[in-house]
């Protein structure tokens, strides 16, 4: 298995990511497919941001843009009025905080990062739905989450195909990592975008198969929460899915997930204590019998 980094350093803040972290997701929109993850105002938003980290949340991760499939567009300057309100919030509230501005538009990604105190851009279209993006990534040079999606929220989900899931999402990882390498990006993060342009057995391949992104030498982030793999299969809706969300993000750990996104920090924390205890025991065993 390829060796990845450990560190990333968002603004200053080394990152450690040796013990997997988890990030929270707040999100300031009226319409996200998990009803319990919507705030709106204010005191909401503090509120959500001082109990993640409270709970042990390393991230918190701001979009103001609903992604689910076949969400509704919003416009940029709507999500703008969102996102860059709220965390100049939690900023101001909670100075230490590690921010990342979930956006896959340029211009709100590069206010969030220099006006507001974000620290890192979360894109979910991997630079496809904003040329410029890319270009605000290498000359900000701050850590970038770059998630494969095929299409956009609102057709991704009309019968996604691939020839082999986990290949094609490599090959596409490839060509844009040799890209923001050669211009010095130096922070990157991949996520394979679980539900965005896949169905159900896609997700759960690339799940079975989560260790072979290693490959690329690049920090790996799991995005499972209560999504439709786990509450389709199960019969159940998203505010039934937290059991599932901790058994999936256990599997994804296993498979080498360094970030943790989800929307209830405190069992996610819990799930990586267990599975590094278990992880130290083995390896206790393993020099036992050596």
Known sequence: MTTRPKYINAGGKLLDLTIPKVMGVINVTPDSFYEGSRVGDEKAIIEAAVSMISDGAALLDVGGYSTKPYAAEVTEEEEERRVLSAIRLISKEIPDAVISIDTFRSAIAFKAI???????????????????????????NVPYIMMHMQGMPGNMQ???????????????????????????????????????????????????????????????????????????????????????????????????????????????????RLMEKLKDVNKEIKQESD
Not at 124 to 134: C, L, R, V
């Open 114 to 140: 220099t006006e507001c105190g974000a620290l890192i851009i979360n894109d979910i279209s991997g630079g496809e739905a904003d040329a410029n993006m890319f270009n605000v990534v290498r000359r900000l």
């Open 158 to 272: 009309n019968n996604p195909v691939y020839e082999d899931v986990v290949a094609d999402i490599l090959k596409w990882f490839g060509k844009k990592i040799a890209s923001l390498q050669e211009d010095g990006v130096k922070d990157i993060i991949l996520d394979p975008g679980f539900g965005f342009g896949k169905t159900i057995k896609h997700n759960f391949e690339i799940l079975h198969r989560f260790g072979d992104f290693s490959v690329a030498g690049l920090p790996l982030l799991a995005g499972v929460s209560r999504k439709s793999m786990i509450w389709k299969t199960l019969g159940i809706t998203p505010d039934e899915a937290l059991n599932g969300t901790s058994v999936l993000n256990a599997v994804a750990l296993m498979g080498g997930a360094d970030i943790l996104r989800v929307h209830d920090v405190k069992e996610a924390v819990q799930t990586v």
